[in-house]
């Protein structure tokens, strides 16, 4: 009798686990923001590492999102290697370096690229506003925070 008692629970268990997958954007958005922003809303991107993270601004969404995944992910490809193709990619896609504070909005992709003994970036694309309201695509270095 027990067992099948816990049939109705586990079938609301199991019916709300697809709905959290269904809000799976919303929560990779706030686990992000609470890995990367201070206020848990905004990111404060400057060329200073003292006083923002490093990051790209770029004319859309799907122009920042097409320079992190230019760079392949894992590790069949030399870390020197990925570096000069995220660098081709910010050029051909006329990102530009970005200074100001932003409003994360979406998490998009990601790439992690070691530069160094001690040294890597973290590279995430995002759709964010900036401090007009616009929309604009981001690209981030969280390796910093």
């Not at 991107?45 to 490093?54: C, E, F, M, S």
């Not at 097409?66 to 590790?75: A, E, N, Y």
């Not at 970036?121 to 981001?138: H, I, P, Q």
């Amino acid at each position: 009798m027990r067992k099948i008692a816990a049939l109705p629970f586990l079938a609301t268990l199991l019916m709300s686990a697809g709905s959290m997958a269904a809000g799976a954007p919303e929560t990779a958005m706030a686990e992000w923001l609470s890995n990367h922003s201070a206020d848990g809303k905004t990111v404060v991107l400057a060329n200073d590492r003292t006083t923002g993270a490093p990051g790209y601004v770029c004319g859309s969404v799907d122009s920042a999102r097409s320079v992190v995944t230019l760079v392949p992910d894992g590790k069949d490809v030399p870390d020197q290697q990925k570096a000069k193709l995220f660098k081709a990619g910010l050029a051909m896609a006329q990102c530009r370096p970005a200074t100001g504070r932003f409003t994360p909005i979406a998490v998009h992709e990601s790439r992690f690229i070691v530069c160094g003994e001690e040294c890597a970036s973290d590279w995430t694309a995002l759709e964010a506003k900036d401090a007009n309201g616009r929309t604009v695509g981001l690209i981030f270095d969280g390796s910093i925070m």
